[in-house]
């Protein structure tokens, strides 16, 4: 990376692609500093997890130089992120497969569909902090929060992947015995010995189901 560097502790929602254009970074520089390789170690730049510190460039960006009384023109591009959404229904967890949907929070509303699996791909700039996905027929509306992912060796993220999965509810995320519940649930769906624990099967057919 070169130069001074300072510590940024991470908050909810941010991820290095956002943050590098948030301040002005090369992403790949400062994820390969050597300021960085314990967090590199045990975590993915894509999921951040709050508290978590990371080592950006002390120094501000250079400026773009100006001239008075002329025309400026400057061009910036913003990067785009992959996003994966899997849908299931409420009633009996079976796949949105094949489903008409609409995108809203992206400028102008995106008429987009599930493939068979129930999955949706998106393109989203970094700077989209949520959107909605609307399925037509049924009239259903998702919130998405993009970039709010947590790590799954954490326990909100065991928590949150267990809520998208309709196995927890949202408001009983902090609630060990309600995770630990979910997850004979999830267990017992999956045809896993019943621990109610994130053994290493667990975590591994859970990130599966989740799709990340």
């Not at 929602?13 to 300021?35: I, M, N, Q, T």
């Not at 049924?138 to 709010?148: D, I, L």
């Amino acid at each position: 990376m070169g130069g001074r560097t300072k510590p940024y502790v991470i908050e909810q929602g941010d991820y290095l692609d956002k943050l590098a254009v948030r301040f002005g970074f090369r992403a790949s520089d400062v994820w390969e500093a050597p300021e960085n390789a314990a967090l590199r170690a045990k975590r993915a730049p894509e999921q951040l997890h709050p508290g978590d510190v990371l080592y950006i460039p002390a120094d501000p960006p250079r400026w773009l130089p100006l001239t008075p009384s002329t025309k400026n023109g400057y061009e910036a591009e913003v990067p785009r992120v992959p996003l994966r959404l899997m849908f299931e229904t409420a009633e009996d967890g079976k796949p949105c497969a094949s489903e008409a949907c609409v995108v809203e929070g992206l400028g102008a509303p995106l008429e987009s569909q599930t493939d068979g699996s129930g999955l949706l791909e998106l393109s989203v700039p970094v700077t989209v902090r949520e959107l909605t996905v609307r399925f037509v027929k049924r009239n259903v509306r998702h919130q998405v929060r993009v970039g709010s992912m947590d790590p799954i060796d954490e326990d909100s993220g065991v928590a949150k992947r267990l809520a998208h999965l309709m196995l927890l509810s949202p408001h009983s995320m902090d609630d060990p015995e309600a995770v630990a519940d979910a997850l004979l649930r999830f267990q017992r769906r999956e045809h896993l010995p019943q621990t109610g624990t994130l053994d290493g099967a667990t975590k591994a057919a859970l990130l599966r189901a989740h799709g990340s």
